[in-house]
T-cell receptor, first 111, second 113 residues
Framework: GNSVTQMEGPVTLSEEAFLTINCTYTATGYPSLFWYVQYPGEGLQLLLKATKADDKGSNKGFEATYRKETTSFHLEKGSVQVSDSAVYFC??????????FGDGTTLTVKP | DAGVIQSPRHEVTEMGQEVTLRCKPISGHDYLFWYRQTMMRGLELLIYFNNNVPIDDSGMPEDRFSAKMPNASFSTLKIQPSEPRDSAVYFCASNPDGSYEQYFGPGTRLTVT
């Protein structure tokens, strides 16, 4: 079956530091890949996505590249802000009916 | 669009009581999902519907949990009787046919004492 493994947290960074959160997946076929973000007290919201190999998803300074050869979709941001503090979920979907989520990585950015 | 709407936002109840959580998906979305989130178990898919029909309920923890979707704009998740271990945040999400990205509601925080 499908599975997503993401970097264990929590991750604590200083403002303006570089962020990487690792995500690898196992899936049959060619899934679409996603990063969702959850701010305190809120539901998950889509941050970015990629639908095929070598696609790069990007939003709000975050980016991730769909790497089929390494089955990875690592999240990166060049300079984090305090407002980026949240929980980040990597996910995959191979049909509209069901997504598989990672366990989430908590990011705290200190001023 | 108002997004996915859930009610209530917070629910506190005593063990043994019936709890009903409600969800209104985004108009035009064909899929509806119920999730449970806890610190210990993370985000768990409980059940999902397509065009109001339950497709996969393998994540429903036990017979105390039931979910219905009587029409395209409304779904309920019921727990009867509730137990303290049911305390969690319950999310509803939806997505349109042909799209894989899910739209989550704000969640219902359930506390069973």
């Amino acid at each position: 079956g499908n599975s997503v493994t993401q970097m264990e947290g929590p991750v604590t960074l200083s403002e303006e530091a570089f962020l990487t959160i690792n995500c690898t997946y196992t899936a049959t076929g060619y899934p679409s890949l996603f990063w969702y973000v959850q701010y305190p007290g809120e539901g998950l919201q889509l941050l970015l996505k990629a639908t095929k190999a070598d696609d790069k998803g990007s939003n709000k300074g975050f980016e991730a590249t769909y790497r089929k050869e390494t089955t990875s979709f690592h999240l990166e941001k060049g300079s984090v802000q305090v407002s980026d503090s949240a929980v980040y979920f990597c996910a995959l979907a191979s049909n509209a009916g069901k997504s598989t989520f990672g366990d989430g990585t908590t990011l705290t950015v200190k001023p | 669009d108002a997004g996915v709407i859930q009610s209530p936002r917070h629910e506190v109840t005593e063990m043994g009581q019936e709890v009903t959580l409600r969800c209104k998906p985004i108009s035009g979305h064909d899929y509806l999902f119920w999730y449970r989130q806890t610190m210990m178990r993370g985000l768990e898919l409980l059940i999902y519907f397509n065009n109001n029909v339950p497709i996969d309920d393998s994540g429903m923890p036990e017979d105390r949990f039931s979910a219905k979707m009587p029409n395209a704009s409304f779904s309920t998740l019921k727990i009867q009787p509730s137990e303290p271990r049911d305390s969690a945040v319950y999310f509803c999400a939806s997505n349109p046919d042909g799209s894989y990205e899910q739209y989550f509601g704000p969640g219902t925080r359930l506390t069973v004492t």
